[in-house]
């Protein structure tokens, strides 16, 4: 089994920028897919980003352009970079990695981002 500890999380101003960083305890390098997830007060989860291990990238609309994801599968550690924060960015973020065949997924516990306006 892999724990995932997300860091990095906190309060911060519009505008300003965050580094959330998780924290494998084994390999991800079985994990073809890793990403991150957010759930704001009362909604669901939405996809923020993932990538691939072979290095490709998806983000949802909402962050393109100011969050960038980036996995070292030589430290087991998924980086979410955040930039030009808004208030809509508020959420606690999650990071998961996840293996399609045979099908395995870990989720962390989780990171709170406030952001105020």
């Known amino acids: 089994q892999v724990q995932l500890v997300e860091s990095g999380g906190g309060l911060v101003q519009a505008g300003g920028s965050l580094r959330l960083s998780c924290a494998a305890s084994?390999?991800?390098?079985?994990?073809?897919?890793v990403g991150w997830v957010r759930r704001a007060p009362g909604k669901q989860r939405d996809l923020v980003a993932s990538?691939?291990?072979?290095?490709?990238?998806d983000y949802a609309d909402s962050v393109k352009g100011r969050f960038t994801i980036s996995r070292d599968n030589a430290k087991n550690t998924v980086d979410l970079h955040m930039n030009s924060l808004k208030p809509e960015d508020t959420a606690v973020y999650y990071c998961?990695?996840?293996?399609?065949?045979?099908?395995?997924?870990?989720w962390g516990q989780g990171t709170q981002v406030t952001v105020s306006s």
């Open positions: 998961y990695v996840w293996r399609d065949f045979p099908p395995k997924n870990y």
């Open positions: 084994g390999s991800i390098f079985e994990f073809n897919t």
């Open positions: 990538t691939t291990s072979g290095g490709s990238t």
